[in-house]
C-alpha cells in the first residue's frame, strides 16, 4: 500500500519559516518525480516545487526564490523548506509522487501565515 504522509505544517507569521516533511512507503522512492502542490480557498491547485530523481528542481515563478525542495532517498522523505513566509502563501499543501503510470498523493497540511 502507498502512503505519503506530510508533516510540518502550521500557523506561522508573515516573515517566518516552516519546513514540510513527507514521508512516502510502498514506492521505490528513489526513481520517483516528487514535489508539492498547493490549494488556496476558491483557487486552483497549483505546483510550487518539484525533485525529479536526478535532483534537478523547478519552482512556481511567483515564489522569487523562497522556498528550497530537497530529497532524502535515504529516507524515503521530501522536504520543503519555506522562508519569508507571506499571507498569499496560506494553502493546504500536498506532496505527491509521480513516475510512468503511476501517481500517489498525500492528505495535505495547512499552512497558514498570519499575524
Known amino acids: 500500500q502507498v502512503q505519503l504522509v506530510e508533516s510540518g505544517g502550521g500557523l506561522v507569521q508573515p516573515g517566518g519559516s516552516l519546513r514540510l516533511s513527507c514521508a512516502a512507503s510502498?514506492?521505490?522512492?528513489?526513481?520517483?518525480?516528487v514535489g508539492w502542490y498547493r490549494q488556496a480557498p476558491g483557487k486552483q491547485r497549483e505546483l510550487v516545487a518539484a525533485?525529479?530523481?536526478?535532483?534537478?528542481?523547478n519552482y512556481l515563478d511567483s515564489l522569487e526564490g523562497r522556498f528550497t525542495i530537497s530529497r532524502d532517498n535515504a529516507k524515503n522523505t521530501v522536504y520543503l523548506q519555506m522562508n519569508s513566509l507571506k499571507p498569499e502563501d496560506t494553502a493546504v499543501y500536498y506532496c505527491?509522487?509521480?513516475?510512468?503510470?503511476?501517481?500517489?498523493w498525500g492528505q495535505g497540511t495547512q499552512v497558514t501565515v498570519s499575524s
Open positions: 510502498g514506492i521505490v522512492f528513489r526513481i520517483y518525480v
Open positions: 505527491y509522487a509521480r513516475h510512468i503510470g503511476s501517481e500517489h
Open positions: 525533485i525529479s530523481s536526478a535532483g534537478s528542481t
